[in-house]
């Protein structure tokens, strides 16, 4: 099983701020990463496919980087709609193990 | 826009049958470039794959949940279905569905609202 670890497991930052978080695979995925949005009370939402790769819709100051085992996303201005837990997936094993981090929250300072 | 719908029980009691069924609305089902699945997150928790299905019916299940996990698509009717057997406390969870695009790397595009499913007595 590939395991996936997010750091931190919760931040508080201020809008405006840039923040990263990181995700990191127990071993080297290439760049079969995505990155999703959750709100409370909501399904989560695609923000970034194959590591690096914005969706459709997404606002720019959404980045995604790395490959093999160590992945970050960063907001390079937060804005009050950002508030949210992040997930990372790896989507590098077969069908049956698509597996999940843990989750970052990230909420106001 | 596609659309992806759960529909279900809210309540099922210990050590019986959960059955929910996502319907797709907006797009084809039976596309080659897309995996169905079904996601779920217990309360307060992180998310936990459950499995997939390929419109030609190859399935893909969670090993920690293959003993007790169907899923299967009627493509006539635009549905799929999960069906997880024998549960417990340990499965009560918020389910999504959800479409599984394979174009590039495999990502979840579309997801449905999630229902809330409480095992309880």
């Known amino acids: 099983d590939i395991q996936m670890t997010q750091s931190p497991s919760s931040l508080s930052a201020s809008v405006g701020d840039r923040v990263t978080i990181t995700c990191r695979a127990s071993?080297?995925?290439?760049?079969?990463l995505n990155w999703y949005q959750q709100k409370p009370g909501k399904a989560p939402k695609l923000l970034i496919y194959?590591?690096?790769s914005l969706q459709s819709g997404v606002p720019s100051r959404f980045s995604g980087s790395g490959s093999g085992t160590d992945f970050t996303l960063t907001i390079s201005s937060l804005q009050p709609e950002d508030f949210a837990t992040y997930y990372c997936?790896?989507?590098?094993?077969?069908?049956?193990?698509?597996?999940f981090g843990q989750g970052t929250k990230l909420e106001i300072k | 826009q596609l659309q992806l719908q759960e529909s279900g029980p809210g309540l099922v009691k210990p050590s019986e049958t959960l059955s929910l069924t996502c319907t797709v609305s907006?797009?084809?089902?039976?596309?080659?470039?897309?995996?169905w699945g079904w996601i779920r997150q217990p309360p307060g928790k992180g998310l936990e794959w459950i499995g997939n299905?390929?419109?030609?019916?190859?399935?893909y299940y969670n090993p920690s949940l293959k003993s007790r996990v169907t899923i299967s698509i009627d493509t006539s009717k635009k549905q799929f279905s999960l069906k997880l057997s024998s549960v417990t406390a340990a499965d009560t969870a918020v389910y999504y569905c959800?479409?599984?695009?394979?174009?590039?790397?495999?990502?979840?595009?579309?997801w449905g609202q999630g229902v809330l499913v409480t095992v309880s007595s």
């Open positions: 959800a479409r599984v695009r394979i174009i590039i790397i495999p990502s979840i595009d579309y």
């Open positions: 907006g797009g084809s089902i039976s596309g080659s470039s897309y995996y």
């Open positions: 299905i390929y419109y030609t019916e190859s399935t």
């Open positions: 071993q080297s995925i290439n760049s079969y």
């Open positions: 194959a590591a690096s």
């Open positions: 997936q790896q989507t590098y094993s077969t069908p049956d193990m698509y597996s």
